[in-house]
């Protein structure tokens, strides 16, 4: 087998089992922080040894990226998903919702993802994009079925989306945040006018009859 042909050669399917199995931990040992998340706490998990991890990813940095790629093309494929939901408002909610475990795992690797971002300007450009057009097509299409209010960008759901996981740090703040979020979402939803009552016609006062 020549050189190209060896460079050329699709990854065999156990190799992308491990890739996928090294992913999947990834994203668990991320999600739960804390100083237990390391490379070697990844590899336990996935059942790889650590040579098999840095064989896939070589640096701390490529690893943290693929993993963050990954929930970025699924909430993604979320959103087309969702696009066929009976409920346009609780298709919203459900995406956002979604993105509250994504915050999580970025939480767990929030320092190497920033050097990232720094040195790949491709990644940001990458994220905004996929993440903006998927939450907007699904706010679209609440609004076009006039359920959710029209003066509202994706922009402004995604930050405040951020603003409401990034203020909560104690443990247990995805449940607040869930919370929270529902009660944002309903908030953004059209309310029905209340038809005004007519006025009650006042009862007509007996005419005293006059004495003789």
């Known amino acids: 087998m020549d050189e190209h042909t060896a460079q050329t050669r699709k990854p065999r399917a156990d190799a992308l089992r491990n890739r996928e199995r090294v992913l ?3 994203k668990a040992v991320f ?12 590899a336990k998990r996935a059942g790889v040894g650590i040579g098999t991890l840095y064989r896939h990813f070589p640096t701390r940095e490529d ?7 990954r929930e970025v093309e699924h ?5 087309e998903q969702l696009k066929n939901a009976k409920d346009p408002v609780d298709a919203l909610r459900r995406w956002l919702r979604s993105n509250v475990e994504f915050v999580a795992t970025k939480k767990g690797m929030s320092a190497a993802l920033a050097l990232t971002f720094q040195s ?3 990644l940001a450009a990458f994220s905004m994009d996929r993440l903006t057009k998927a939450i907007g097509s699904l706010l679209d299409r609440a609004v076009a079925a006039g359920q959710m209010r029209s003066d509202v960008s994706p922009e402004d759901l995604l930050r ?4 409401m996981c990034y203020m ?24 029905p006018v209340a038809k005004a009552k007519a006025p009650a016609a006042k009862a007509a006062k007996p005419v005293a009859k006059r004495k003789r």
């Open 75 to 79: 909430l993604s494929e979320l959103a």
């Open 120 to 122: 790949s300007s491709d």
């Open 24 to 26: 999947e931990a990834a």
């Open 31 to 42: 999600n739960a922080g804390g100083p237990e998340a390391s490379l070697e706490a990844v």
């Open 160 to 163: 405040a989306l951020v603003g």
């Open 168 to 191: 909560h740090d104690q443990p247990g703040w995805q449940s607040s945040v869930l919370r929270m979020l529902d009660v944002f979402v309903d908030g953004l939803r059209v309310q």
């Open 63 to 69: 690893l943290f990226e693929a993993v963050y790629r």
